[in-house]
């Protein structure tokens, strides 16, 4: 069993900063990409960043420049620091990771979701 299990969300004023975290645990024997997507209702889950396990980043063209990932692999966490925050970035915000359990292959696991509110 894997979990993965985000923390940092909340509300902040337009040019403000948060971090998000996103821990992973249970059966992992490896941990590939890991990535922060977000969604708000009625359209589709965008991809806001990723990075491997060698540590290369990409991001997508709305946040590059303000937000910036990063991963901690001895402890199976994600980071997604955000700056600069507008309006536009609210969103719940979920995290993936593709994990190889002890005799699985890899297989992309979600978090529940955080919410992100940027708002004065």
């Known amino acids: 069993q894997v979990q993965l299990v985000e923390s940092g969300g909340g509300l902040v004023q337009p040019g403000g900063s948060l971090t998000l975290s996103c821990a992973a645990s249970?059966?992992?024997?490896?941990?590939?990409?890991m990535g922060w997507h977000r969604q708000v209702p009625g359209k589709e889950r965008e991809l806001v960043a990723d990075i491997t396990s060698g540590g290369s980043a990409g991001y997508g063209d709305s946040v590059k420049g303000r937000f910036t990932i990063s991963r901690d692999n001895a402890k199976s966490t994600v980071y997604l620091q955000m700056h600069s925050l507008k309006p536009e970035d609210t969103a719940v915000y979920y995290c993936n990771a593709y994990i190889r359990g002890p005799i699985n292959a890899y297989r992309n696991y979600w978090g529940q979701g955080t919410q992100v509110t940027v708002s004065s």
């Open positions: 249970g059966s992992i024997f490896s941990i590939s990409t």
